[in-house]
């Protein structure tokens, strides 16, 4: 039976679309949509030939406006979270200091195979640092660029793609520190786009963690898309708050991956060290750039070196190693 979801529009400027962006995201919300005006101009003026075919009304829709969407479920918990979006408006306004347009909300209903359809418009194949190549699930039979290994995902409604400035920091740490036959522990692992990587690029094995039990079945799926399902496990909980999640994920991992938000983060640091292996490396993103700071302090606090900060597009990644 298909779920109803809302998309949720954020309408603002242009030159505010990343600071939406990165609001959102600071908030745990991925699969996020970008209609920026300036692309549509652009687009306009490149084909002038075949503009007088495209429907006025569209073109006026977007005049003096960008838009982000996002997708929360039609529930209770999907409208709480759309509540907590539109509460923190106002102080997102006055800490950017910036024109933002109105910011105002709006939302539309879609059954899940609208959406899909949708969807698929603005997902598109995409390298990742130098061996990988992130292919949608419906465009799986297409030739990869030589050199390459593709990674088939369908992220679902509510997970990340891998475009995101976040998830490529992490998954070009992936390809340079995922050694033939580690154990990887991927915590946070929504669409578990981290640990099909590290399995793909020569891990044995990997086990991912998420609060939300969606990511159970969307990675399961993501993972067989791949051929690895085998090789691949996830947990579903709070490893922070529960005692019996963290027995049940003990052992000794080669690669810890977090890409997460600071707030998170954070107060998961000092559970981390209990899951690595001797000489086992942290990776952690999703820390936006005002939170780098916080996020390196209680590293070093817990015994953390921080061997490598990667930036991105106003996002910072560490690699780290136990002292």
Known sequence: MYETWLEVRIDTVSPCLDDVAAYLTARGIVGL????????????????????????????????????????????????????????????????????????????????????HNWQKYYQPFPVGEKLYVVPEWMREMEVPEGRTAMILNPGLIFGTGSHGTTRLCLEG???????????????????????????????????????????????????????????????????GDDGLREKLAGCYDLVLANIIPDVIIPLIPYVKDFLAPGGKFLTSGIIEHRAEDVANTLKENGYTILERHDREGWVAYITQRS
């Open 33 to 116: 949509v970008i209609e920026d005006e300036n692309d549509l101009e652009q687009f306009e003026d490149e084909q002038q030939a075949c503009w007088s075919e495209i429907d006025e009304e569209f073109k006026d829709s977007f005049k003096g406006l960008s838009r982000v969407k996002f997708y929360v479920t039609d529930d209770e918990d999907g409208h709480a979270r759309l509540e907590e979006v539109k509460a923190g408006l106002p102080a997102f306004r006055d800490r950017v200091g910036k024109d933002c347009g109105s910011l105002a909300v709006s939302t539309v209903s879609l059954r899940e195979e609208d959406w899909a």
């Open 174 to 240: 992936v390809e340079r520190f995922a050694k033939e036959g580690d154990r990887v522990l991927d915590l946070g692992t929504g669409s578990g786009i981290l640990s099909i990587a590290a399995i793909l690029l020569g891990a044995s094995e990997a086990v991912g963690c998420d609060i939300d039990p969606k990511a159970s079945r969307v990675a399961a799926e993501n993972a067989s898309y791949n051929g690895i399902s085998s090789q691949f496990r996830v947990e579903t909980g709070d490893v922070i």
